[in-house]
T-cell receptor
Framework: ELKVEQNPLFLSMQEGKNYTIYCNYSTTSDRLYWYRQDPGKSLESLFVLLSNGAVKQEGRLMASLDTKARLSTLHITAAVHDLSATYFCAVDPSRNQFYFGTGTSLTVIP | NAGVTQTPKFQVLKTGQSMTLQCAQDMNHEYMSWYRQDPGMGLRLIHYSVGAGITDQGEVPNGYNVSRSTTEDFPLRLLSAAPSQTSVYFC??????????FGPGTRLTVL
């Protein structure tokens, strides 16, 4: 059974601090996706990582992929309140059948 | 482009009733999927389609049917609603090997 695990599940961090969310998956996949979901809203694509060693950055968020370790990280730099949301990673090993992690609920506090 | 649209946004059903959740996309995407989202469970794949006329089951298909007669539309049918189907349903579409684009969701309550 394919598993996608994220940790932590809940994260409360102070503004200005750095932190990393981890995404482990149990099958071979050369691409990984990160999404953001605000409360009561739909999912929005953040990053598409297409190969081993891929790194993408957007503002205070940086995502990386290690396909050999089956691990992706989402690093948050100098957190601000606007980053409060739930973050999901997903893999599609057989192309267009996506498997999602359970999500990391991030709260940034002043 | 409207992207991915879903109707209705909210629905309340009684146990045993049937209904269809509508999903449409205007991006000419080959791939479309239906997910349900429950607290603490992430998104679980119900059914997906790789093109018109082709559908397949996902992780949690029981109690749901789909069809894909056109590239644009991918309706999800609840055959006989049960309280366990109370959830938020998302439709998504993607091009080959690309990220998924999600609709706004349908919040379904089954009494």
């Amino acid at each position: 059974e394919l598993k996608v695990e994220q940790n932590p599940l809940f994260l409360s961090m102070q503004e200005g601090k750095n932190y990393t969310i981890y995404c482990n998956y149990s099958t071979t996949s050369d691409r990984l996706y990160w999404y953001r979901q605000d409360p009561g809203k739909s999912l929005e694509s953040l990053f598409v990582l297409l190969s081993n060693g891929a790194v993408k950055q957007e503002g205070r968020l940086m995502a990386s992929l290690d396909t050999k370790a089956r691990l992706s990280t989402l690093h948050i730099t100098a957190a601000v309140h606007d980053l409060s949301a739930t973050y999901f990673c997903a893999v599609d090993p057989s192309r267009n059948q996506f498997y999602f992690g359970t999500g990391t609920s991030l709260t940034v506090i002043p | 482009n409207a992207g991915v649209t879903q109707t209705p946004k909210f629905q309340v059903l009684k146990t045993g009733q049937s209904m269809t959740l509508q999903c449409a996309q205007d991006m000419n995407h080959e791939y479309m999927s239906w997910y349900r989202q429950d607290p603490g469970m992430g998104l679980r794949l119900i059914h997906y389609s790789v093109g018109a006329g082709i559908t397949d089951q996902g992780e949690v298909p029981n109690g749901y049917n789909v069809s894909r007669s056109t590239t644009e539309d991918f309706p999800l049918r609840l055959l006989s609603a049960a309280p366990s189907q109370t959830s938020v349903y998302f439709c998504a579409s993607s091009g080959s090997g690309s990220t998924q684009y999600f609709g706004p969701g349908t919040r379904l309550t089954v009494l």
